[in-house]
């Protein structure tokens, strides 16, 4: 379960910013995942509450936003969705590499008082 080790990390920058800008508490925090992450979301809002417990975090919303796969092609330009098993523009019928989106793994925003 790699959702634990990812929100220790996501911890380390919310305590790091709760320091910095003297939050008394945080209300939200707001994180951006692309679905080729293979992020388990139930996992990591699990991993959330357990690492928010008796801090200044603890209560807080956590809110996810997927964020879809993408590749440009790379003979006429289109951004298209992709999936792990098919990288084909649909308009030119190239395979694509070029991912644009889809493994974000982001802290967007943390929002306290």
Known sequence: MHEVSIMEGIFEIITDNVDEHK????????????EFTCVEE?????????????????????LIDRVKATAKCGRCGQVFK?????????????????VVS????LLNEIEGD
Do not use: H, M, W
């Open 23 to 34: 939050l008394k508490k945080v209300n939200k925090v707001v994180l951006q995942i692309g």
């Open 42 to 62: 139930g996992a990591l809002r699990f991993a959330f509450e357990a690492f928010s417990k008796n801090t200044k975090a603890e209560g807080a919303e956590l």
């Open 82 to 98: 992709i999936a792990f098993t098919n990288k084909i523009c649909p308009d030119c019928g190239i395979f694509s590499n070029n």
């Open 102 to 105: 889809g493994y974000e793994l």
